[in-house]
């Protein structure tokens, strides 16, 4: 089984595809962004510290930079715990908090990630949130 620092290290692109129909705020026709997990991991690595950003805003972000009407929200939550996990796994390995990808930025209370993840993962996260005064 692969480790989730495997799954982040995959080197599939991202696609932007057509819409067939309305779904997910992009119209029938519309371009809808799939983003990469290396894509949504660079992007999370760059937030600056004591700054946060929402899921929604960063798939609007996301979007706005691929010249796509909006982002996939499965592909983005999926690949989002992927890189949380993989965090927590590197951090597990004894990499310090400052070198891993600082998903806190992005996981607040109100993310769907956030409830997919251990206990502990997610207590981690909100101390870091309160650490960074987010």
């Not at 997910?24 to 809808?32: E, I, L």
């Not at 999370?44 to 972000?61: D, G, L």
Request: proline share 5%; hydrophobic share 40%.
């Amino acid at each position: 089984m692969k480790s989730w620092e495997d799954k982040l290290q995959s080197t599939t692109p991202h696609e932007i595809k057509r819409m067939p129909v309305t779904r997910a705020g992009v119209a029938k026709g519309g371009a809808m962004l799939l983003p990469s997990v290396r894509m949504i991991d660079e992007f999370i690595r760059a937030i600056p510290r004591r700054r946060q950003m929402s899921v929604a805003e960063m798939r609007a972000e996301l979007a706005k930079r691929h010249k796509a009407d909006g982002a996939c929200p499965v592909y983005t939550g999926y690949h989002l715990r992927t890189c949380a996990e993989a965090a927590f796994e590197a951090y597990a390995q004894g990499m310090p908090l400052t070198k891993v990808t600082p998903v806190w930025r992005v996981l607040d209370e109100k993310a769907l990630t956030l409830k997919k993840l251990s206990t502990a993962n997610r207590e981690l996260i909100l101390a870091q949130r309160k650490r960074e005064g987010l």
